[in-house]
């Protein structure tokens, strides 16, 4: 069994800044991938931000230069940085982990429970 634990989400003004986390926890062997996504109201699920195990990351157009993302591997927690928030990145932000079980010996993909994120004045 795993368990994705997001915290970090919340009210901010445009141009502050949050801090997401996500931790897993259970039978894990090892983590491949994490990445961020995000769903606004009535729109799709959309990719932010990812990164490899070895730390090489991507980012969506839109939060290029203002969001980072990072990992450590000790603790399978990944995180989101975002500075410069605008009323755009308004939405639930959700985590994805492709997670190698001890069981399993497979990755497969582990959707955190999400997290509000709400730009707004």
């Known amino acids: 069994q795993v368990q994705l634990v997001e915290s970090g989400g919340g009210l901010v003004q445009p141009g502050g800044s949050l801090r997401l986390s996500c931790a897993a926890s259970?039978?894990?062997?090892?983590?491949?991938?994490m990445g961020w996504y995000r769903q606004a109201p009535g729109k799709e699920r959309e990719l932010v931000a990812a990164i490899t195990r070895r730390g090489s990351t991507n980012y969506a157009d839109s939060v290029r230069g203002r969001f980072t993302i990072a990992r450590d591997n000790a603790k399978n927690t990944v995180y989101l940085q975002m500075n410069s928030l605008k009323p755009e990145d308004t939405a639930v932000y959700y985590c994805?982990?492709?997670?190698?079980?001890?069981?399993?010996?497979?990755?497969?993909?582990?959707w955190g429970q999400g997290t509000l994120v709400t730009v707004s004045s």
């Open positions: 259970g039978s894990i062997f090892s983590i491949n991938d």
């Open positions: 994805n982990l492709n997670i190698i079980t001890t069981a399993a010996m497979l990755g497969r993909y582990y």
